[in-house]
């Protein structure tokens, strides 16, 4: 049996759950979203909390899909509660981010700005080189912080570019510091 899906999901305060067939719509302070359920999923509200239950855990299919749905439905209700973010630093002589609107222009080295815009339901805020994406989905939050960080990811000799906040990244020895360190 998953271990994640038999696990209780707690709804915060401000946030309804309601089951409605193979849909479970939740409604909070962030907004509100809806879960369609798969075949051999159930889902039950009790006490203030939610239970997902499976009718075959013989089943592969439903057995995958157990703990899967579980956690889907967590992070939507944690989604409507109080929201996702993720931040990203950019490190670099020159590199500097802003928001137009909603777009993101990043100036990274390149001959041209970059621009980057978001898909609806993520915000984008900058502040000292430090960018926050913001956010009642968690799957569109990542995407986006992943995409931007695709665009110039950190370097490993300098270390510059745009990385995670709290990032480690691994930094190796220039040419001149091989050279100098076998004689």
């Known amino acids: 049996m998953s271990k994640i899906g038999k696990l209780p999901i707690t709804i915060g305060s401000g ?14 302070p962030k907004g509100n979203g809806t879960l369609t359920l798969p ?16 009718k075959k ?4 299919k439903v057995k995958a899909m157990y703990g899967l749905t579980r956690a889907n439905l967590a992070n939507l209700i944690k ?12 490190l670099g002589v020159g590199y500097r981010a802003q928001v137009q609107g909603v777009d993101l222009i990043l100036s990274l080295g390149f001959a041209h700005p970059v621009k980057f815009h978001p898909r609806d339901g993520v915000k984008i ?6 960018i926050t994406i913001s956010g009642n989905d968690r799957q569109l939050v990542g995407e986006a912080a992943a995409n931007i ?15 995670y906040k709290g990032e480690r990244v691994r930094r190796k020895a220039g040419k001149a510091a091989k050279a100098a360190g076998a004689k």
């Open 79 to 90: 989604g409507m509660d109080i929201g996702f973010e993720k931040q990203l630093e950019i």
């Open 125 to 130: 805020v900058v502040a000292d080189n430090v």
């Open 149 to 163: 960080r695709k665009i110039k990811p950190p370097e490993p000799y300098k270390g510059k570019g745009i990385r």
């Open 39 to 54: 075949v051999g999923i159930d889902v039950a509200i009790e006490e203030g909390k939610v239970l997902v239950t499976a």
């Open 57 to 60: 855990l013989e089943d592969r």
């Open 15 to 28: 946030v309804t759950v309601t089951v409605d067939g193979r849909n479970v719509n939740v409604t909070g």
